[in-house]
């Protein structure tokens, strides 16, 4: 039976790690969680390990009997992309467990005793405090370098199993303690497999990332396409307006030389409205972007929303006409979503870039007339086909994601606000 500072011990340990796992997951994957039922969730399975580690000192039964345990709550707690959670805390366990034997293996080799191999004596708890103390400087450096959407933590987790399938190999071939052949042979094996999920999760993201590209592209093109046949229909109807100015001229002429001043200006009115989507461009320098912005803004002139556009954008950057067009694309088409049934009031569009040193700020505020249904973190689209709707902020902060930036969003007082912050490095002009 253990001794009251050993269960102590256990339990202690057990709760770090639980806890430091959920937060890899969580910053792996940008989750937005409730931090109180995480940590509670994570002192009621250390306690339940706890119990488990006082009847048996086989770390494979423990292990298993510790992922099983956490399945069902994790399924609670973390309801969205459920299965790459799961990847990532059952590699986790098996890469911890991996890791407290290498320790104590490596501390008995050092020390020449078998002891710290043994569960129930103290010099084991000294290898699995050494193993949690460097989890938890990991899990610091991860917290000190927040904002790279995970990029750290990704970073740390491949070189940890680098490193654990080297130290395996290494232990492999001491001859100063005696370790099992079968239990060495394992571990071997699980740091193996460990490095293979790995290499695995990352060709996952490449792939995901790849479709989201094809995706973009695809989007791209069908904006191009609409925006094209705008314009040539914006230049037919002045081709149309300048062939017929003759006549055009001897109208107003009559109703001037007839004092008839307000039906004058009504015509002229209803001879401007075909040139404003060119006499007042949006000039970005990007060809595909100009022809995104200002069809966004003829067809809120033809809806009656007020639309005010303010940009100041730097020439000759490395920031790609698709990401551009998929994240203006994007909060555009929500803001045209959200105030299309407000009232005259909230029916405006304000879009505003600015570049800040080496950051290119992109501010988007629009009117609606009820706070938006936020889900797990994203907003839910109004519309019916949900199939094909509701992945506007998901592109943005893919596009987003390639240049190191951010995607942050508010409401108040029947406005809803997108800022989208993107680093960008400037290149020479071909």
């Not at 790849?210 to 069908?222: D, F, G, P, Y």
Request: a neutral charge; glycine letters at 6%.
């Amino acid at each position: 039976m253990m001794e009251w500072y050993q269960v102590g011990s256990f339990f202690f340990t057990n709760g770090l790690r639980i806890i430091l796992g959920l937060y890899l997951a969580i910053t792996v994957l940008n989750l937005s969680v409730d931090m109180r039922k995480t940590f509670l969730f994570s002192v009621c399975t250390s306690a339940l390990v706890t119990v488990l580690c006082c009847f048996s000192d086989r770390q494979f039964y423990i292990t298993g009997a510790e992922i099983i345990i956490m399945v069902l709550p994790v399924w609670y707690l973390f309801r969205t992309k459920m299965r790459m959670f799961l990847f990532l805390i059952f590699y986790y366990e098996i890469a911890a467990a991996l890791w407290e034997f290498m320790v104590s293996a490596g501390l008995g080799v050092l020390f020449r005793s078998e002891d710290f191999l043994d569960m129930r004596r103290p010099e084991h708890m000294a290898a699995v405090w050494i193993v949690r103390l460097l989890m938890l400087g990991a899990a610091f450096l991860v917290f000190r370098a927040g904002g790279k959407e995970g990029g750290t933590s990704r970073r740390f987790v491949s070189m940890t199993a680098v490193a654990g399938l080297i130290g395996m190999v290494l232990l492999s071939g001491q001859n100063v303690i005696i370790i099992d052949d079968e239990q060495m042979n394992s571990w071997v094996i699980f740091s193996m497999v460990i490095l293979m999920a790995v290499m695995l999760y990352y060709l996952n993201g490449q792939y995901e990332m790849e479709k989201k590209i094809a995706s973009l592209e695809k989007e791209k093109n069908v904006l191009l396409a609409r925006d094209y046949h705008l314009l040539k229909n914006t230049y037919a109807a002045n081709a149309k307006l300048f062939h017929d100015f003759h006549n055009h001229m001897e109208a107003l002429h009559r109703y001037l030389t007839k004092g008839r001043t307000t039906e004058a200006i009504r015509y002229l009115e209803d001879l401007r409205s075909p040139l404003r989507a060119m006499t007042e461009p949006v000039w970005t320098g990007d060809e595909a972007v100009d022809y995104l912005i200002n069809s966004k803004i003829a067809f809120a002139s033809s809806e009656q929303i007020q639309i005010n556009c303010n940009i100041e954008y730097p020439q000759h950057t490395n920031i790609r006409s698709v990401d551009l067009v998929a994240i203006l694309g994007n909060l555009l088409d929500n803001a045209f979503e959200a105030v299309r049934d407000a009232q005259i009031s909230l029916r405006f569009i304000n879009l505003t870039v600015r570049r800040i040193n080496e950051m290119i700020i992109i501010k988007l505020e629009n009117g609606c007339k009820a706070a938006p249904i936020m889900e797990e973190g994203e907003l839910k689209t109004s519309k019916t086909d949900t199939g094909l709707h509701g992945w506007g902020l998901k592109s943005v902060r893919t596009a987003a994601e390639r240049y190191d930036g951010t995607v942050e969003t508010q409401y108040g007082g029947n406005r809803f606000c997108t800022v989208v912050t993107l680093s960008y490095e400037a290149v020479r002009a071909e």
